[in-house]
């Protein structure tokens, strides 16, 4: 059971968000949190203190920095294009309905790949063994 704190007194809530802010920062602590994710080790997940401050750090400066996101702008802007371009070629006809979910899906998958692994590894134009290996 978890402890829950209701208000709908204005100074109460500043006292909560501004002053005591750090106590209420942190999630509470449950045996799947625990063996799930890493003993509450990753970025969503962690407890506020050392780590999740040196997690902060470093997907500032690293992952999300302005010059990271320019340089991988190219790799989100080459796979819309190459999801607009499939079903257009797909279809023999202008107008058609195409079941957009899959390929949604598709994208995120791919864009998430190719920035972390700097490959493809769906898509129908693939012919790699380890990406097949993935697909698996």
């Excluded at 195409?98 to 598709?106: I, Q």
Aim: hydrophobic fraction near 40%; glycine fraction near 4%; charge should be positive.
């Amino acid at each position: 059971m978890h402890r829950v704190f209701v208000t709908s007194n204005p100074s109460a809530v500043e006292e909560c968000f501004m002053r005591n802010d750090i106590i209420f920062a942190n999630r509470p602590r449950t045996l799947a949190r625990k063996h799930l994710n890493y003993d509450s080790t990753t970025m969503g997940l962690a407890s506020y203190g050392d780590h999740w401050r040196n997690l902060r750090r470093l997907t500032t400066l690293e992952m999300f920095s302005s010059a990271c996101m320019a340089m991988l702008s190219v790799v989100r802007h080459d796979q819309v294009r190459l999801l607009l371009k499939g079903p257009f070629h797909e279809s023999n006809r202008w107008w058609t309905k195409t079941e957009m979910r899959s390929k949604f899906r598709e994208l995120s998958i791919t864009v998430v790949m190719r920035m972390i692994v700097g490959k493809r590894y769906y898509g129908k134009a693939i012919v790699d063994e380890e990406a097949a290996e993935i697909r698996l």
